[in-house]
């Protein structure tokens, strides 16, 4: 009986503790000049005490143990503390008021600053600034039920390590209206590339496109999107085994040397559909030879633009970089030790699975080694694999 009492009062003190969302926690920025609301869960019935700024605001939780405790309006500025009470006790800390903005959307909005690091390495360098904040909202799908908080997430400011993973558009736009105002900024990041409108709805909003709703009722039990998930898998593992099965060139290792004497030429930016590959989607090897005179320096970095869709990198025979999809700018640094005077050798291994494979017109194609510049535009090399 003992036990059993001890387990009881063990499991209601559990119980009865306090929890916040990830969003209410250190380092928040909350909205200014408005009453901001405080939430959590508890036990029911629970007394919460929530003490800020020499004064105590009180609530009890209802029956689903929800609270919510209402704060007055406050001015810019900070940094304030936050103590929380029931059978536990919480303290925030670092808390500012400024302005919070929703930074939402497709990619645009979602493409982080670390795609930015090389041309924006001054302003990523002189970025630290604890007045601007991001909270990065992890990207994930549940259709079951509304959820009431994030699996992840946290206050982060910004510095040059940290601002690698703001929104690019949100960090410039929140240090410039900083720099002009001097009123914290916090980014609540919750972008996604390629999702659809509809996908942003609450199951009570879609409920007015029929359509829309029908399609969402065949998401709901989990059970069509874990047969998606397996069969992407599936089609996406056979594909690439079947392409690197039979694909010659990794067979014969062109990524270390090839005789390249029965291999066409094509102009490079531009893709492969435009010549006389035509629409052929698989693996695509390019060769791009080019003479240097002497290496002094222990860095290099190879510019490739962009390319469609994967690619993998080899200089003189040697990796050094590999993306696995067209969107992000192909930056490869390596160590200039591969290099040698007189002639090197590029090869690039391109895998395309639809559309037009090949190198995106309109971005930059270069060697950088020292205060050298290399231009890879041009006549390249290339065989389907």
Same mark, same amino acid.
């Given at each position: 009986?003992?036990?059993?009492?001890?387990?009881?009062?063990?499991?209601?003190?559990?119980?009865?503790?306090?929890?916040?969302?990830?969003?209410?926690?250190?380092?928040?920025?909350?909205?200014?000049?408005?009453?901001?609301?405080?939430?959590?869960?508890?036990?029911?019935?629970?007394?919460?005490?929530?003490?800020?700024?020499?004064?105590?605001?009180?609530?009890?939780?209802?029956?689903? #143990?929800?609270?919510?405790?209402?704060?007055?309006?406050?001015?810019?500025?900070?940094?304030?503390?936050?103590?929380?009470?029931?059978?536990?006790?919480?303290?925030?800390?670092?808390?500012?008021?400024?302005?919070?903005?929703?930074?939402? #959307?497709?990619?645009?909005?979602?493409?982080?600053?670390?795609?930015?690091?090389?041309?924006?390495?001054?302003?990523?360098?002189? @970025?630290?600034?604890?007045?601007?904040?991001?909270?990065?909202?992890?990207?994930?799908?549940?259709?079951?039920?509304?959820?009431?908080?994030?699996?992840?997430?946290?206050?982060?400011?910004?510095?040059?390590?940290?601002?690698?993973?703001?929104?690019?558009?949100?960090?410039?736009?929140?240090?410039?209206?900083?720099?002009?105002?001097?009123?914290?900024?916090?980014?609540?990041? @919750?972008?996604?590339?390629?999702?659809?409108? !509809?996908?942003?709805? @609450?199951? !009570?909003?879609?409920?007015?496109?029929?359509?829309?709703?029908?399609?969402?009722?065949?998401?709901?039990?989990?059970?069509?999107?874990?047969?998606?998930? !397996?069969?992407?898998?599936?089609?996406?593992?056979?594909?690439?085994?079947?392409?690197?099965?039979?694909?010659?060139?990794?067979?014969?290792?062109?990524?270390?040397?090839?005789?390249?004497?029965?291999?066409?030429?094509?102009?490079?930016?531009?893709?492969?559909?435009? #010549?006389?590959?035509?629409?052929?989607?698989? @693996?695509?090897?390019?060769?791009?030879?080019?003479?240097?005179?002497?290496?002094?320096?222990?860095?290099?970095?190879?510019?490739?633009?962009?390319?469609?869709?994967?690619?993998?990198?080899?200089?003189?025979?040697?990796?050094?970089?590999?993306?696995?999809?067209?969107?992000?700018?192909?930056?490869?640094?390596?160590?200039?030790?591969?290099?040698? !005077?007189?002639?090197?050798?590029?090869?690039?291994?391109?895998?395309?699975?639809?559309?037009?494979?090949?190198?995106?017109?309109?971005?930059?194609?270069?060697?950088?080694?020292?205060?050298?510049?290399?231009?890879?535009? #041009?006549?390249?090399?290339?065989?389907?694999?």
């Amino acid at each position: 009986m003992k036990k059993i009492l001890l387990t009881f009062l063990i499991t209601v003190s559990i119980n009865a503790q306090i929890k916040l969302p990830r969003l209410i926690s250190d380092g928040m920025i909350l909205q200014r000049d408005t009453k901001v609301n405080i939430w959590g869960w508890a036990s029911p019935n629970e007394k919460i005490e929530l003490e800020f700024n020499r004064k105590t605001y009180k609530a009890t939780t209802a029956q689903d #143990g929800k609270w919510t405790i209402q704060i007055p309006s406050q001015k810019a500025g900070g940094p304030y503390e936050m103590t929380l009470k029931a059978s536990n006790t919480i303290v925030l800390k670092n808390i500012l008021f400024g302005d919070v903005w929703l930074c939402s #959307g497709q990619s645009n909005m979602e493409l982080p600053m670390d795609r930015l690091k090389d041309k924006y390495k001054d302003e990523i360098a002189k @970025s630290a600034n604890t007045n601007i904040r991001q909270f990065l909202v992890p990207d994930e799908y549940y259709f079951e039920k509304e959820r009431n908080d994030f699996s992840s997430g946290s206050w982060v400011e910004a510095n040059p390590i940290n601002v690698l993973q703001f929104t690019g558009v949100g960090y410039f736009f929140a240090s410039e209206i900083y720099d002009k105002y001097k009123i914290p900024i916090g980014l609540i990041n @919750s972008a996604l590339g390629g999702s659809p409108a !509809e996908s942003w709805i @609450s199951e !009570e909003g879609i409920k007015k496109f029929p359509e829309y709703y029908q399609e969402y009722l065949k998401f709901k039990d989990g059970k069509l999107e874990k047969q998606i998930d !397996e069969n992407d898998r599936k089609v996406s593992s056979e594909w690439y085994k079947l392409l690197n099965n039979t694909d010659i060139g990794v067979k014969n290792k062109w990524a270390n040397s090839a005789e390249t004497s029965d291999w066409n030429e094509m102009q490079i930016p531009g893709y492969w559909a435009d #010549g006389e590959l035509g629409k052929t989607n698989g @693996s695509v090897w390019f060769k791009k030879e080019f003479i240097l005179e002497k290496v002094n320096e222990n860095q290099a970095k190879l510019i490739l633009g962009r390319i469609v869709d994967a690619d993998s990198v080899f200089v003189n025979g040697r990796f050094v970089g590999t993306t696995s999809y067209q969107y992000p700018p192909r930056i490869y640094s390596f160590n200039a030790a591969i290099l040698k !005077e007189g002639k090197n050798e590029i090869t690039v291994r391109i895998i395309n699975n639809s559309g037009k494979g090949g190198f995106v017109t309109d971005k930059p194609y270069e060697l950088i080694v020292g205060d050298k510049t290399i231009d890879l535009k #041009g006549t390249w090399k290339y065989k389907l694999g």
